[in-house]
């Protein structure tokens, strides 16, 4: 049973390029939240995407995007990249968000760049 | 604003001897969560704890939770160097919702 991947494992991007990140989740899992980690710091959500809506979005700008796909795999679109922008994106999955639902299982992460 | 707060936030600590890591949050939660992570990898989930007085061990880790005092502790039981990485404790509102997690503890395990 696959767990949560995401690709691509590093990326270097310039100020001011857009980037896209992708996830996909564990079988089973039809929800897809968001997270970046700044090096030293604990992860901060971005946004939350379930039946292809998103749900929660945390305190992230509208540079700031996404997507879900019918086969609830997600995509993080990123504009006009700051240096700040620099993180591990990670994606984590779990099985719907109503009450009662399993823990959140997180993939490997992106490696972002930006110069 | 849900705020999640660790200490301590480094730990050096020799092989064998115990010590506990505090995670303290600041309004009502459905649960608590810890993680492991290790430098330059993602996130290894370790306990979920769902009700007050929810106690879970594995191995030389055993988390406990106090939802009346909004804290939760994670307690290292004689350690060993491969328990070195950092911990995160992290909380949502409502299961299966946004988490949001402290700052980290890392742990270092000297021979």
């Known amino acids: 049973d696959a767990g949560v991947t995401q690709s691509p494992t590093h990326l270097i991007k310039t100020r001011g390029q857009q980037v896209t990140l992708r996830c996909s989740p564990k079988?089973?899992?039809?929800?897809v939240s968001w997270y970046q980690q700044a090096l030293g710091q604990g992860p901060q959500f971005i946004f939350q995407?379930?039946?292809?809506?998103?749900?929660q979005r945390g305190n992230f700008p509208d540079r700031f995007s996404g997507h879900q796909f019918p086969n609830y795999s997600s995509e993080l679109n990123v504009n006009a990249l700051l240096l700040g922008d620099s993180a591990l994106y990670l994606c984590?999955?779990?099985?719907?968000?109503?009450?009662?639902?399993?823990?959140?299982?997180f993939g490997p992460g992106t490696r972002l760049l930006v110069l | 604003e849900l705020k999640v707060e660790q200490n301590p936030l480094f730990l050096s600590m020799q092989e064998g001897k115990n010590y506990t890591i505090y995670c303290n949050y600041s309004?009502?939660?459905?649960?608590l969560y810890w993680y492991r992570q290790d430098p330059g990898k993602s996130l290894e989930s370790l306990f979920v704890?769902?009700?007050?007085?929810a106690v879970k061990q594995e191995g030389r880790l055993m988390a406990s939770l106090d939802t009346k005092a909004r804290l939760s502790t994670l307690h290292i039981t004689a350690a060993v160097h491969d328990l070195s990485a950092t911990y995160f404790c992290?909380?949502?509102?409502?299961?299966?919702?946004?988490?949001?997690f402290g700052e980290g503890t890392q742990l270092t395990v000297n021979p």
């Open positions: 995407y379930y039946e292809e809506e998103e749900r």
């Open positions: 984590a999955s779990s099985r719907g968000i109503r009450r009662g639902q399993e823990t959140q299982y």
């Open positions: 704890l769902l009700s007050n007085g």
């Open positions: 992290a909380v949502d509102r409502t299961s299966g919702s946004r988490l949001t």
């Open positions: 079988s089973g899992h039809d929800t």
């Open positions: 309004t009502t939660s459905d649960r």
